[in-house]
């Protein structure tokens, strides 16, 4: 989705980054990675 947006977010003046993160339950067991969009403008913000 980071790619779709990315021109679109260049133009606006935006930055996109793409980070995987491992979530982890009490019994151990790992998540499929999430994506988290963070918007570049004044203050990092996650969507």
């Given at each position: 989705?980071?790619?779709?947006?990315?021109?679109?977010?260049?133009?606006s003046g935006f930055t996109?980054?793409?980070?995987?993160?491992?979530?982890?339950?009490?019994?151990?067991?790992?998540?499929?990675?999430?994506?988290?969009?963070?918007?570049?403008?004044?203050?990092?913000?996650?969507?």
């Amino acid at each position: 989705m980071c790619g779709i947006l990315k021109g679109v977010l260049n133009a606006s003046g935006f930055t996109c980054q793409v980070s995987y993160q491992f979530k982890t339950d009490e019994r151990g067991v790992s998540y499929y990675p999430h994506t988290v969009f963070i918007l570049s403008f004044e203050d990092a913000r996650d969507l």
